[in-house]
């Protein structure tokens, strides 16, 4: 059973569409985490989100944590094909816990 | 900016050989974690530790063990490989549960 449900698993989009990625739990985390990885690299921290409500800009990409902490979503606008890669949520459920990562979501967009 | 440093990059042993992950970084940060990566099943915690001469299982640590003799440097080890091994395993590390910094990974083919 996954602590962390990512959703869709998988998103093929053509480029300058608008993308919107789910994180979603039943649990409580202090903090959660977006990652972006590329095929055959390791994950790349893109935000962290640690406050109920909090959201992010990063250019074009748009992080929100849900009120109660549960979930996360991650909206992309315009999206260019360098936003290709599997996007991975990961939550701490107190501080200086270590992090559990969801399945991931699988992103293509095509030129 | 050299990071976090995964050595080999990739390797194929035989089924009850030995070998040994070598993870290595310059941030000075006090945790670091090693994962596994199979396909449909995330990233999944095999051991961590929280600081220098310390080390701690996560979700999935039988058959691996790991030493952390310098703070700089985490070792994976398999005593004797399985083809249920074959992965890609990643290291990371922290300074705090705010985000991880991966290495580029290591794939272990066992046949």
Known sequence: TQLLEQSPQFLSIQEGENLTVYCNSSSVFSSLQWYRQEPGEGPVLLVTVVTGGEVKKLKRLTFQFGDARKDSSLHITAAQPGDTGLYLCAGAKASYDKVIFGPGTSLSVIP | ?111
């Open chain 2, 1 to 111: 900016n050299a990071g976090v440093t995964q050595t080999p990059k990739f390797r194929v042993l035989k089924t009850g050989q030995s070998m040994t992950l070598l993870c290595a970084q310059d941030m000075n940060h006090e945790y670091m974690y090693w994962y596994r990566q199979d396909p449909g099943m995330g990233l999944r915690l095999i051991h961590y530790s929280v600081g220098e001469g310390t080390t701690a299982k996560g979700e999935v640590p039988d058959g691996y063990n790991v030493s952390r003799l310098k703070k700089q440097n985490f070792l994976l080890g398999l005593e004797s490989a399985a083809p249920s091994q074959t992965s890609v395993y990643f290291c990371a590390s922290s300074r705090t549960d705010y985000g991880y910094t991966f290495g580029s990974g290591t794939r272990l083919t066992v046949v």
